[in-house]
Nanobody, 118 residues
């Protein structure tokens, strides 16, 4: 069974930075796209940033130029460096991965809380 384990959430003040990390563990052939999604209080889950196996990236307009996603294929891991955090970035952040075994499986982490408040 494949698991995604996230770390790095917390409480920060506006303008500060945080780094989220996610590592995939278990048995699988490969991983295609990986990414971060978030669910603000009272809202639906939304994409934040994704990265392909060869490094192609996507960023939501609201985080572009502030957040940077990176990937280490050897460690089956991704990170999200979040700079210039704003109160509207407050959300539960979820790691996601498309895991390839016999078929493709959409796997989610348990989520990590990020709170931006003065």
């Amino acid at each position: 069974q494949v698991q995604l384990v996230e770390s790095g959430g917390g409480l920060v003040q506006p303008g500060e930075s945080l780094r989220l990390s996610c590592v995939a563990s278990g048995s699988f052939q490969s991983i295609n796209d990986m990414g971060w999604y978030r669910q603000p209080p009272g809202k639906q889950r939304e994409p934040v940033a994704t990265i392909g196996k060869t490094g192609g990236t996507y960023y939501a307009t609201t985080v572009k130029d502030r957040f940077t996603i990176s990937r280490d294929n050897a460690k089956n891991a991704i990170s999200l460096l979040m700079n210039g955090l704003k109160p509207e970035d407050t959300a539960v952040y979820y790691c996601n991965a498309i895991i390839i075994n016999t078929f493709a499986e959409d796997v989610w982490g348990q989520g990590t809380q990020v709170t931006v408040s003065s």
